[in-house]
């Protein structure tokens, strides 16, 4: 026996899967698809608990990916978020939980 195949029980093992593997439990979804699904899960609003837009026509919703898409951040829903147009720009690239965290310390403190 040779090669990355190995005769396991009578069954040939297969070599091992490039991680991270695939995901085939979720569908893929059109982009207009995953933007309506995601302005209805997130109450028809921004997906930026800290914006100050009160409503968000589901035109209106840009995708984004919580990690970045240069960084290798994968495309499927679990990974998206609706954004208005404000938030999508002032995001930029940055990493989602620091862009909540510049959000957040501009909101007026209760303490
Ligand atoms: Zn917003």
Redesign the pocket.
């Known amino acids: 026996m040779s090669g990355i195949e190995q005769m396991i029980d009578g069954q040939f093992m297969k070599p091992p899967t490039k991680y991270p593997p695939k995901r085939t439990d979720i569908k893929h979804l059109s982009d207009k698809e995953m933007r309506l699904i995601l302005w209805k899960n997130q109450g028809r609003k921004?997906g930026?608990p800290y914006?100050s837009?009160d409503e968000l026509r589901k035109e209106d919703v840009h995708l984004d990916n919580r990690i970045p898409k240069k960084r290798g951040g994968p495309d499927d829903i679990t990974h998206r978020i609706g954004?208005?147009g404000?938030?999508n720009a002032r995001r930029g690239v940055k990493a989602w939980g620091r862009f909540l965290d510049e959000e957040r310390s501009k909101m007026p403190h209760l303490d």
């Open positions: 921004c930026n914006c837009t954004l208005c404000n938030c």
